[in-house]
């Protein structure tokens, strides 16, 4: 049951391991593994002599067994699928620290939600010795970082055997050979093979190359891709996985489309050409970044020592190569984007919103030079996010009850979505309560600032990475017009903040200082230290609105204002990426921006004034507008709409049928179609 992920979106199973020791259960940052551990044998054996223990256990049992039998409609591609997921991060729990940030929790819910859908999918990624950065602030103000290490026999994941022993993969590192070991997570019926260079085979200056995530220096970063794309490739083929279909999640993953070339040309004689053209039609890539900085590059030396032998035994010539990772093929002097790899080798690439895939099609144009803009193959699939694991338990009960029990595997046209209106405004509004109750509580006890903070005043949650183009510390543009919204009689405003800046990121590190000094200052402005999964739920779940003000299309998608949407926040947000299409007045506002596709400057101090006349004379008065009990009717009915329109609209479950239905079915049909041509010899 520990090993088995499926109790990260199971409030009935998490129960069970609560009930065993609650206080355990929260200084192991509620990971099963650990908590067993520490209780050793008689220590459970003892526990599960309480009645409410065992009443729980059969409990999480049978919810467990449910969910396993649970097979929905089989989804019909018409031809073999099996996916192969790859992501150089996957954020599933707080327990297993191998992400980073959004892209990382994206994964994760993908792989979820490919479980509920009963998608044939597998993911492949690293498990890091010290994965996920833990921020801390000093008394400056500044963020600094320290590393844990990750006990790998603590976590929830299981050594993958081969043959004779624990499975090893060898991966071509210049001249000599790394090799990597092989673990597995079970996302419900979805495995996740995670491979790890920390092993004894290699010799010491090797086994650092899965230390860490996002090292920031090319020659370590290389290493790490090549773990993961051609170490995860070979790892698949070790287990006698046969994927058809290969899903770079960004460009991290560039060099699965290599070794998928190497592979096909081993096994069925074909040319460079025939090889690339059978690999790249099952090869599907999302790319994420909406600035071309955002992509990784590498100079060609380090490609050449690094890479060259191996590219030789693929038969793909070093300048060949190099040219599909640049703009304008040919200039020696240009270096390799993975981006540009990723767009090439793929036969169907998307973005991440639909106003994303617009970005994306201006900013890589020039892979297909002559194309005008509106026809670069670049489409989009909005992101979603796995609507069990992010709305609160308290939610999900009404769901339960008005919806249907197993509410999230619904269509978005479902006419059982309408039970949505059915809560009614006593229940939503006291559940909500409780959950903004809990946040404000932790805000207080362990955030920064935040002394003043009240359990029932209007609460604005602002969480996210601290990069200057997302504009944190806009609401500070005017300090008077902020403390009057702060303190006004009857009608308080206060906020909730977290995230982390980049390390090498110094105007981020300078916003976040300012807002760590806002919140010493301001009694009613907190900031919650360390965001990561455990603090993101908390906010999404108790804040009242989300607030999201970056610079007009510099958000490719964001998603945490989908998980505060879908627990009945209203977003407040600039029309950049999901906002862009998920806005509607029903459910929340649009801060307006100037900026446009031809014209993206932004003009702060008009946004900022705008922003502030939102919270003034819209969103305070509608928020403390009670009847003769004292409940916001109109709001919660903007709750109800939110929550059923983003439930439905942004889920996972969306997410992965859409890109089932674009991407992964019409590449394993041309799969398929290549596999019967005579001369795949198969
Ligand atoms: C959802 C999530 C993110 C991404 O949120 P954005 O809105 O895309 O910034 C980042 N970190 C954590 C821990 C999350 O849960």
Redesign the pocket.
Known sequence: MALDLTWSWEPKIQAFFQTLDPHLWEESSHNPVVLLDRLGPEGISRAMERPEVQAAWEEAQNRLREHRERRPPPLEAGAPLLVAYFSLEF?LTEALPI????L???AGDHLKAANDLDLPLVGVGLLYRQGFGRQRIDDEGNQYEVYPENRFEELPLERVAGPTGPLEVEIPLGETTVRAGVWRARVGRVPLYLLDTDIESNPPELRGITDRLYVPEPQRRLPQEMVLGIGGMRALQAMGIEATVFHMNEGHGFLVAVERIRQLRQQRQLTLEEARLVARAGVIFTTHTPVAAGSDYFDGGLVYDLLNPYLSEVGIGFERFMDLGRERPGDPREPLCTTYVGLRMADHAVGVSRLHGAVSRRLWKDAWPGLPEGQVPIHSVTNG?HMPS?IAPEIAALLCRHVDPYWWELDGEDPRWAGVDQISDAELWAHHQGLRRRLVEAARGRGIGGHELEPDALTIGF???FAAY?RANLLLTDPGRLQALLNRAGRPLQFVFA?KSHPADDRGKTILRDIVHLARQQPRVAFLVD???E???LL?HGADVWL?NPRRFL?A???????AGANGALNLSVLD?WWDEGYTPAAGWAIPSGATMDSPSTDDAAEAEALYRLLEREVVPAFYERDGQGVPTRWIAMMRSSLRHVATQFSARRMVLDYFKDCYAPAARRVEQLRLLPDWGG
């Open positions: 954020g992400y980073s940030g959004g990382g929790v994206l996010v992010w969480s996210r990475r997302k995230g965001y990561d999964i603090s993101a739920r999404v999201n958000e998608s964001g998603t945490s204002g989908m998980k990426g």
